[in-house]
């Protein structure tokens, strides 16, 4: 099995200005097209762990691999070209740009890779739109859809460049049950459809009993 995102004995303390620890030797690897679901009580930690994988916090110990390659002592602007091709995300909130169409903002993250012409992110946008059955929605603005087609464009910004695996953090956190379940089956079938590596902090257990895998987190550790 290829494997996408490795986590090998990660801490992670606050110091604030007492030393607490937030991560305690947290260690688990993820193949491509796995379902795993990250959960626990709030404050175990899961979100900081999120943060570190997804490298946005640099200040840990241990050490993180993303494809194979080692993100430590890398400098911001190669952390921030990872990010962009290799990890797509989706949060509770999905941070659309409402002055632009729902199109443009699924299109944004290509067009910033610069790895395509504008022509062929545009066309990569209306494929993924209709993966998630709302190209009919791709000219309005984004403050015209509903909240859970709102939570579909977000997906298929996240989806644009292909990405390596998508994180999400709580993405059903702001949902109703209807909707909820329309995300949740979104991404299964990502999964096993298009064999998408897919890793979800959630605190939903419904949606995280139907995932393949569960990392449960307690008190900064990984208790299975």
């Known amino acids: 099995m290829e494997i996408v995102l490795e ?3 990660i801490y992670k303390s606050f110091h604030d ?3 607490v620890p937030i991560l305690k030797d947290v260690s688990f690897n993820i193949s491509k097209g796995d379902f795993v679901s990250v959960i626990g009580k709030s404050g175990c930690g899961k979100s900081t762990l999120l943060y570190i994988l997804s490298t946005m916090d640099t200040d840990y110990e241990g050490e993180l691999f993303i ?4 993100m430590r002592n890398k400098k911001e602007k190669q952390l921030a070209s990872v990010r962009n091709e290799k990890i797509g995300f989706v949060f509770q909130f999905h941070y659309l740009l409402n002055e632009f169409s729902v199109l443009r903002n699924v299109m944004m993250p290509g067009l910033k890779l610069g790895k395509y012409s504008e022509q062929e992110v545009e066309h990569r946008a209306i494929q993924k739109l209709k993966m998630l059955g709302i190209e009919s929605e791709a000219m309005k603005l984004a403050n ?6 709102k939570q579909r464009v977000a997906i298929a910004r996240a989806l644009i460049n292909d990405p ?3 994180m999400g953090d709580e993405p059903t956190g702001n949902l109703d049950k209807k909707n909820s379940t329309i995300v949740f089956d979104i991404f299964k079938e990502l999964a096993e459809v298009y064999n ?3 890793l979800i902090v959630t605190h939903d257990n419904e949606f995280a009993q139907s995932t393949h895998r569960i990392i449960e987190m307690e008190d900064g550790r990984i208790i299975r």
């Open 164 to 166: 390596l695996i998508i």
């Open 144 to 149: 015209q859809l509903s909240g859970g087609q």
């Open 67 to 70: 494809d194979g390659e080692l």
């Open 17 to 19: 200005p007492v030393t």
């Open 7 to 9: 986590a090998k004995h």
């Open 196 to 198: 998408q590596t897919l």
